[in-house]
C-alpha cells in the first residue's frame, strides 16, 4: 500500500487491488445480486433522496446509522464475504459490515462529509474498494485552510484505505461530473463496535 501524505491523516492506496478484468466482473455480479435502495437522508434538517443507490451488509449485530438513516445489516452475500477477506489480509483489519454504494452514472454524487459516527470508534478503518468507472475522490482538512485540497482518481479495482486520525481531521467526497460516465460500485468495508 502507498502512503498518500496528509498532515493528521493516514491514507494509503493499492491501485491495482484487483485486475481490470476482476472489478469488471464483479461490477457485474453485484448490480444483479445486492438489494439496492435510494434511501431518504438528513442533510441540514431537511430530509431529502440520497444521491446514489446504497446497501448495508454484515454481521447481525453491525447496526449502522448516519443521516438521520438507521441501517439493519443483511446477511453477507458470497462475492462480498470473498472481496472482505482480500480486503482484511492487506489491511491487516477485521470488518464485520460494508457500505455498498452504486453510482450510476456522473450525476450520482457523496457531498463532504467524515465516518466519524459514534459507532465506528475513535480511530476507525475504512477501506473503500472501487468497482466499475473511475470517479474522482477529494479530501479536505476540516480545520486547514492553508492546506489544499486532495483528489484521488479512484479506477475500477483500486482500494483506498482511510485510518487513524484521518476522520477526525479530514472530510471526503465524490463530486458529481458532467464527463460520461458508467457506474460505479464503492464498497466501504467497516466495523462496527
Not at 452514472?105 to 462529509?113: A, C, I, K, L, P
Amino acid at each position: 500500500m502507498t502512503p498518500i501524505s496528509l498532515v493528521d491523516g493516514d491514507v494509503r492506496f493499492v491501485a491495482d487491488f484487483l485486475t481490470r478484468a476482476e472489478s469488471d466482473a464483479r461490477l457485474a455480479v453485484l448490480l444483479d445480486l445486492v438489494e439496492w435502495e435510494q434511501h431518504r437522508i438528513r442533510i441540514r434538517g431537511r430530509e431529502v433522496a440520497s444521491p446514489r443507490l446504497s446497501a448495508w451488509y454484515g454481521d447481525p449485530e453491525a447496526h449502522y446509522s448516519y443521516s438521520g438513516l438507521s441501517l439493519e445489516p443483511r446477511p453477507w452475500l458470497p462475492p462480498i464475504l470473498e472481496l472482505k477477506r482480500r480486503v482484511e489480509s492487506v489491511c491487516s483489519s477485521t470488518f464485520n459490515s460494508v457500505l455498498l454504494n452504486l453510482y450510476r452514472d456522473g450525476s450520482d454524487s457523496m457531498g463532504w462529509h467524515s465516518d466519524d459516527e459514534p459507532e465506528l470508534g475513535a480511530q476507525p478503518v475504512i477501506a473503500s474498494l472501487s468497482l466499475g468507472a473511475t470517479r474522482r475522490f477529494r479530501l479536505r482538512h476540516r480545520r486547514r485552510k492553508d492546506l489544499e485540497p486532495v483528489a484521488i482518481d479512484l479506477e475500477g479495482g483500486s482500494l483506498l484505505v482511510m485510518q487513524g486520525e484521518t476522520q477526525r481531521f479530514w472530510r471526503h467526497q465524490i463530486p458529481k461530473t458532467r464527463r460520461a460516465v458508467g457506474p460505479r460500485i464503492n464498497l466501504t468495508f467497516r466495523r462496527i463496535c
